[in-house]
């Protein structure tokens, strides 16, 4: 069949900008189509059309960095390794609202919420007297104290570097 039975197929869905192929259906972030009941990511079937060799567990995007392009010139496949390393030099995973959104997932699993922690920098108790209280190794507390642990990115002022 070859990838272009397949770009023909999904082509009346897309809209041509520039040498990319932008897929105009779904909601999602990624071009998708419903294959047996199964979402599946258009990119994957056109990779499997023409014959890569599939990656276990691979993620499926495009060298023009465009969303939602199924050109398949552009498509490239990487690990999962690959692709957090290749947004990483991007600086996809650097950014503050990145930053807090991964501190308020962390925080979510912690035996400590945000009372506890003010309570813990109002208290003039020790480090180990408050690790025994909370459950909570004492280097722990005294991250918090610091202010490396369970920053405040509420705060117009959090992260201006004030020591």
């Known amino acids: 069949m070859g990838d272009e039975y397949l770009v023909a197929k999904y082509r009346a869905h897309c809209v041509e900008e520039g040498d990319c192929l932008i897929w105009q259906r779904g909601k999602g972030k990624l071009p998708q189509v419903t294959v047996g009941g199964k979402k599946v990511n258009i990119r994957k079937l056109i990779a499997t059309e023409r014959g890569d060799r599939m990656i276990s567990g691979a993620v499926f995007g495009c060298s023009c960095m465009t969303e939602k ?30 930053i807090a959104k991964m501190a308020a ?56 570097g004030a020591r």
């Open 69 to 98: 392009c199924i050109a398949p010139a552009h498509i490239r496949q990487r690990n999962r390794s690959q692709h957090g390393e290749f947004f990483g030099a991007l600086g996809a995973y650097s950014g503050p609202l990145k």
């Open 105 to 160: 997932t962390k925080r979510a699993k912690s035996k400590l919420d945000d009372e506890k922690v003010a309570a813990i920098r109002a208290s003039s108790k020790t480090a180990l007297v408050l690790s025994a209280e909370y459950g909570v190794a004492a280097s722990y507390i005294t991250s918090i104290r610091n202010g490396n642990l369970w920053k405040n990115y509420a705060s117009p002022f959090a992260g201006l």
